[in-house]
């Protein structure tokens, strides 16, 4: 499966700390992207790294990637209680396919 | 607002009794893709649509189908849903393939 891996599993963390997820994946890349999934909701697009930049920012949003390690990592900053939700990577291989490829995500909780 | 729009929103079917779940953009984007997502796992894509040219998973059960009359519309027929079909199923396009997806809010399949 080319299915990326994303740990942990999950994670909770006091509102106002910082929360860092990772996702590592197994072929070469055009781009990996983040997305969000609140409960039972469709997913939303959070940012787009391509294969030859190092880091990204948006927002408390910082995403890192590293090719050489098939490696990726999200942190959000100051976290607040509306970023309950959970958290996949989906990479774009670059076979040029045209399809995405999601990790298994991470649910994160974000304690009040 | 420009969007996915998936219905309906929530959909109970019988064992074997077709079922067709409909998909809806503003966005006029080319590309369409289908996932069924289960409970705490990754979505999974069943196939996707660029422009009028389909594209099927390998692994996706011939029970699914889908159809692409125009731009805007793609539905997704299951034929005969079994108990495993039950799952979010959710609705996603893209201007440019293997790029941003933006998805519909889902549609929640229960198989009784």
């Known amino acids: 499966s080319q299915q990326g891996e994303e740990d942990p599993q999950a994670l909770s963390i006091q509102e106002g700390e910082n929360a860092t997820m990772n996702c590592s994946y197994k072929t070469s890349i055009n781009n990996l992207q983040w997305y969000r999934q609140n409960s039972g909701r469709g997913l939303v697009h959070l940012i787009l790294i391509r294969s030859n930049e190092r880091e990204k920012h948006s927002g408390r949003l910082r995403v890192t990637l590293d090719t050489s390690k098939k490696s990726s990592s999200l942190l959000i900053t100051a976290s607040r209680a509306a970023d309950t939700a959970s958290y996949f990577c989906?990479?774009?291989?670059?076979?040029?396919?045209?399809?995405?490829?999601f990790g298994t995500g991470t649910r994160l909780t974000i304690i009040p | 607002d420009a969007m996915v729009i998936q219905n309906p929103r929530y959909q109970v079917t019988q064992f074997g009794k077709p079922v067709t779940l409909s998909c809806s953009q503003t966005?006029?984007?080319?590309?369409m893709y289908w996932y069924q997502q289960k409970s705490s796992q990754a979505p999974k894509l069943l196939f996707h649509?660029?422009?009028?040219?389909?594209?099927n998973e390998a692994d996706t059960p011939d029970n699914f189908q889908s159809r692409r009359p125009n731009t805007s519309f793609c539905f997704l027929d299951i034929r005969s849903p079994g108990l495993g079909d039950a799952a979010m199923y959710l609705c996603a396009t893209s201007s440019i393939a293997g790029e941003v997806q933006y998805f519909g809010p889902g549609t929640r399949l229960t198989v009784l």
């Open positions: 966005l006029n984007h080319n590309v």
């Open positions: 649509y660029y422009d009028k040219d389909f594209n």
């Open positions: 989906a990479t774009e291989s670059n076979f040029g396919n045209e399809k995405l490829t």
